[in-house]
């Protein structure tokens, strides 16, 4: 026999229940079903109780939508037979609870005892509807099976009179039964319940007694994990635990099984299996008597957390060498219902710390302070300190046990990042150590100790740099100041293993200095592409990237050789993705081929996040339908710098001092270089452009494009007055010009705009872009991305986060 225990996420909806009807029809031995209220229910429940008990008549808008949610639910799975009977039964049922509600309602009060019955209606609701819709041959109210005691919200079973009725009623079972879970009653009849959580109780209780072959909870996730999956993105599934192991995990913040459910399968040594509802190939996590191959080697199983503690310390020369403080202190806090999760105590007596929930802090203090008044209030021998805001953090293994280091791992794991341990505990047995942390380092902690005990301690990124002008220089500075920063904190290091400038190249594997990178590069050999290049390939380093920094077209051409070397490519440099449609897209493909990365968000709009932005929308399902933009910091700089005082050609000067031009500014006044982004933008949004499919207008006119750049220097002035008078013309109309790139519906153009105050660009200042995307989603609001747009700092900031993005895939 088998018992199958459903959680509240796996019948949280029709199509859900199809799910388990599934998994259980695949079982050919007799089998109990226990199973809890609808996802949710027991939380409405919990709300409709409270508003009822303090008249507010909120609460039937509330009773309305749970009655909704289970007559929707019986019309989609029972059969049309079957349905009126079922619509009746439930229909009596929460005539019953409303009934029930009204008089907490009229009364204004709420007794522990009215309060597990309301809370048990949610299951045994499930279980009727489940029942009827799996066929199984019975249905057994759990209050007939589970005797416990009266303590309401938390009952102890009576194990005696419960195995008795569970033999009598189950032990013959030849097919399938459903039993709410959850619920039980005492000796007069009244309902009960187990805690929340309290249905994996119930399946194990059954189990036990019917000496089950195996016991299953089935929940919505793959099993215990080495750590939450909500904080730690890199936790996996355990395959084996130890019972101990289990309930350690659990008593310390892992919410996959209710710790009290161990008990009863550990007396009788039936296995538990966690099982994913949602995912039922999943090997899941076994829980034994003694658990199996431990992962990847590593002496613990997991890394388990209590978001929210409170650590209250009794301290004081009173306590030294004084017999029964400790019974005084522990007594005290039993008699009050206070639930001790972690206890230390320093070696001189001098002090007692205990971890318990912050909602029995105020209790706890009382009830301290009553046992202990004289050493407190009389002799000042004694005192309490509260620290709140704390999380508690246990790593949990059996084979910690005489293995030497963990301790060592796991406090270096969080002195290197710059976390406290406030407090530490470890049992004689070694299967956990606990320690005591800022709430706000909890994510940060978890991370590096699951890191450490599970993963390689960082990974290294080895980077070959092309351009060490302004961007590179910049990027190198950047990276020297963050180097140590991302080793401690993210656990990356950036090792810069080449730099190749116009004359002069240096290549070390084992990592260029950054204090002096300059004289290294003097130092080192005549710069040659293909010899840089092929150094990638011959060192073969884990983790290449090749950094481009330039706006060489010759460079963009060896990024396929790069990629097929396995190095993944970050670029600054627009050529490529620019260039033939076909080359753009043989480069994504061979970077997708290679496993390897393709980076180039600062090709649009240096450090904003446009092109990840735009990835993102269409990798969801959302279609880019036009994009308008001001993607030339340069020529907005231009425009927003010109006035009566400050001409054209001086504002153009300005521009390329002050890094925010190409080295040859005629690139950013033809409008190549804006045409150029709106082409990457637009292949990005899934639109298959060339350039010459762009309708472009240039800054200037033409004749200041021919002769080399010292001619254009000499004649640019020429053109001052004109420009001027144009722009007062414009002015005079309350309008400003922009350099507008616009892409619409595949349709693309670029050139300059008179637009007016109602524009989002109208406001744009200094070298600013804007990009307004207007999606299927985003239609009658486009979304707006603005920021700077140029300069050398931005744009090596944003080919430095492509840097670490590529380490963080």
Not at 14 to 36: C, D, F, H, M, W
Not at 366 to 391: G, P, Q, T
Request: proline content about 3%; some cysteine.
């Amino acid at each position: 026999m088998k018992v199958l225990k459903f959680g509240g996420s796996s019948v949280g909806s029709p199509e859900r229940i199809k799910k388990v009807k599934q998994i259980t029809g695949a079982n050919k031995t007799p089998l109990v079903i226990v199973v809890s209220a609808f996802q949710g229910i027991t939380d409405q429940l919990e709300i409709v109780s409270a508003l009822a008990a303090t008249k507010n008549i909120a609460y039937k808008t509330i009773l309305d939508e749970i009655t909704e949610r289970h007559n929707t639910a019986i019309e989609q799975l029972i059969t049309d037979s079957e349905k009126t009977t079922v619509l009746s039964i439930t229909r009596n049922m929460l005539a019953e609870l409303r009934d029930i509600l009204e008089g907490v309602f009229l009364l204004n009060d709420l007794t522990p005892k009215i309060h597990d019955r309301i809370l048990g209606f949610g299951e045994i609701l499930s279980a009727t509807i489940i029942s009827r819709f799996l066929g199984g041959d019975c249905f057994i109210d759990s209050r007939e099976l589970i005797k416990t005691n009266s303590g309401f919200g938390k009952a102890r079973v009576d194990y005696q009179a419960t195995n008795e009725n569970i033999a009598r009623k189950l032990s013959a079972l030849r097919g399938i039964c459903v039993v709410p879970g959850f619920i039980a009653s005492d000796e007069h009849g009244n309902t009960t319940t187990l805690g929340r959580g309290g249905s994996d109780f119930s399946a194990a209780i059954m189990a036990a007694a019917l000496n089950a072959s195996v016991l299953e909870i089935w929940t919505d996730v793959d099993g215990f994990m080495t750590a939450d999956p909500k904080k730690v993105k890199k936790a996996f599934a355990i395959e084996s635990l130890s019972y101990a192991e289990a309930m350690e995990l659990s008593h310390f913040g892992a919410k996959v099984i209710y710790t009290p459910t161990i008990q009863p399968a550990l007396i009788k040594k039936i296995p538990i299996f966690i099982k994913n509802t949602f995912n039922p190939e999943a090997q899941g996590t076994k829980i034994i008597e003694k658990s199996e191959a431990h992962i990847g080697g590593s002496p613990i199983k997991g890394v388990s957390s209590i978001d929210d503690i409170d650590l209250i310390t009794l301290q004081g020369p009173g306590m030294v060498g004084v017999k029964g403080i400790s019974s005084r202190l522990f007594g005290a806090l039993a008699k009050a219902g206070v639930n001790i999760i972690l206890i230390t105590q320093a070696s001189s007596e001098h002090s007692i710390t205990f971890a318990i929930s912050p909602t029995d802090t105020q209790q706890a203090l009382c009830s301290i302070e009553k046992a202990f008044e004289a050493e407190i209030n009389l002799h000042e021998e004694i005192n309490i300190v509260v620290e709140k805001d704390l999380s508690v953090i246990a790593i949990v293994g059996e084979q910690m046990k005489n293995t030497p280091g963990i301790s060592a791992t796991l406090f270096s794991s969080l002195g290197r990042n710059g976390i406290s341990a406030i407090a530490t505990a470890q049992g004689s047995s070694e299967l956990n150590i606990s320690v005591v942390i800022r709430k706000s380092s909890l994510k940060k902690a978890l991370n590096v100790i699951h890191e450490g005990f599970f993963l390689s301690h960082y990974k290294e990124l080895h980077v070959y740099i092309v351009g060490a002008g302004t961007v590179g220089s910049s990027l190198l500075s950047q990276v020297k100041k963050q180097q140590q920063h991302l080793l401690d904190e993210h656990n990356v290091k950036v090792n810069i293993v080449g730099i190749s400038r116009s004359k002069k190249m240096v290549i070390d594997p084992d990592g260029i200095g950054l204090d002096d990178y300059k004289n290294s590069i003097e130092n080192g050999k005549q710069a040659n592409l293909d010899e840089f290049i092929a150094s990638i390939h011959s060192l073969n380093l884990r983790n290449s990237v090749f950094v481009d920094c330039t706006a060489d077209e010759k460079v963009a051409s060896y990024y396929k050789t790069v990629l097929n070397a396995y190095a993944s490519v970050v670029t600054a440099n627009k050529f490529a993705c620019s260039s033939e449609y076909e080359l753009y897209k043989d480069l994504k493909k061979t970077a997708l081929k290679n496993n390897v990365k393709f980076m180039y968000e600062t090709n649009v709009g240096a450090g904003l996040p446009i092109i990840n932005t735009i990835n993102d929308l269409s990798r969801s399902g959302d279609k880019i339908l036009k994009l308008e933009a001001v993607l030339s910091g340069t020529l907005n700089f231009i425009l927003n710098t010109v006035n009566e005082d400050i001409p054209l050609s001086l504002a153009i000067k300005m521009a390329k001092d002050k890094g925010f031009s190409e080295p040859d500014p005629r690139i950013d006044l033809s409008g190549i270089d804006v045409l150029r982004k709106l082409v990457i933008l637009a292949r990005e949004a899934g639109y298959p452009i060339e350039q010459t499919n762009v309708e472009t207008e240039p800054f200037l006119p033409a004749a200041f494009f021919e002769g080399p750049l010292d001619n254009f220097w000499k004649k640019i002035p020429e053109y001052d007055k004109e420009f001027e008078s144009r722009r007062k013309e414009i002015a005079a109309k309350g309008l400003r010009w922009r350099f507008i790139a616009s892409l619409d519906h595949g349709k693309a153009k670029t050139g300059l705009q008179a637009v007016d105050i109602m524009h989002p660009a109208y406001p744009l200042e200094g070298s600013n872009n804007i990009i307004l995307i207007t999606t299927e989603r985003y239609n009658d609001a486009p979304m707006v991305i603005r920021g700077y747009g140029a300069g050398a700092d931005v744009t090596a900031a944003g080919v430095f986060a492509d840097i670490i993005r590529v380490a963080n895939v």
